[in-house]
């Protein structure tokens, strides 16, 4: 019998949910985690800021305008939503990351985040 093992956060424990409302992850499962296919790395599970939402829109990604072919409602401050990790770390560089949701965040991120930049900004 084959056993596939759960995806594990940052901390090393099973992969926790980082939000339903809006459905977010690269699965539209509602969890940060991620495969080969995943060029974005779409691991860290943020909560939206304003200032995140400018940052990268200035870097050419929206994410605030709804998009329903898609299905993508657009983000508003407060929303939980599975970012790239490498957006995430420029934001951090530039001083306007979002908090972190550690247990949510898919171990994969720390192939590019430094665990100490998202202990930081945890929640």
């Keep these: 019998m084959h056993v596939v093992n759960p995806p594990l956060n940052v901390l090393g424990r099973p992969l926790e949910t980082c939000g339903r409302t809006p459905m977010t992850g ?10 080969s296919a995943d060029r974005g790395l779409h691991t860290v599970c943020a909560v939206m800021t304003d200032a995140f939402l400018t940052f990268s829109k200035d870097q050419g990604n ?30 951090f560089t530039a001083g306007c990351a979002p908090k972190v949701d550690l247990e949510a965040t898919d171990q994969a991120t720390l192939r590019v985040v430094p665990l ?8």
């Design 62 to 91: 929206d994410l605030t305008t709804p998009w329903p072919a898609a299905s993508f409602p657009g983000l508003k401050a407060g929303d939980r939503w599975c970012v790239c990790a490498a957006r995430w770390l420029e934001a």
């Design 26 to 35: 690269y699965f539209r499962d509602g969890c940060c985690r991620t495969e």
């Design 116 to 123: 100490a930049a998202l202990a930081e900004c945890a929640l």
